[in-house]
Nanobody, 116 residues
Framework: QVQLVESGGGLVQAGGSLRLSCVASGKLLSGDVVGWYRRAPEKQRELVGIITPTGRIDYADSVRGRFTISRDSGKSTLFLQMDNLKPDDTAVYYC??????????WGQGTQVTVSP
């Protein structure tokens, strides 16, 4: 059974940094699409960034240049380094693993709050 568990969220002032982690069990985070999404209050969940099976990394325009996605060498943990955080980055951040159109997994989410 595949499980994803995020951690690393918290409260930070604008301009600060946080590093989120997503630990996977039951499957390595390679060969599939893995990424981070977020849902701000009263908004729909949106893509933050993904790593494709070929290793290409794509980011949402709103975070490009400030956020960095990476994996550990064992490919069981996905990271999201968030720098120069803004109040608009306040959201619940989710890790996602997409194996196929019918098989995908979400973590439970971790709250990130950025104060002005």
């Amino acid at each position: 059974q595949v499980q994803l568990v995020e951690s690393g969220g918290g409260l930070v002032q604008a301009g600060g940094s946080l590093r989120l982690s997503c630990v996977a069990s039951g499957k390595l985070l390679s060969g599939d699409v893995v990424g981070w999404y977020r849902r701000a209050p009263e908004k729909q969940r949106e893509l933050v960034g993904i790593i494709t099976p070929t290793g290409r990394i794509d980011y949402a325009d709103s975070v490009r240049g400030r956020f960095t996605i990476s994996r550990d060498s064992g490919k069981s943990t996905l990271f999201l380094q968030m720098d120069n955080l803004k109040p608009d980055d306040t959201a619940v951040y989710y890790c996602r693993l997409v194996i196929s159109a019918r098989e995908h997994y979400w973590g439970q989410g971790t709250q990130v709050t950025v104060s002005p």
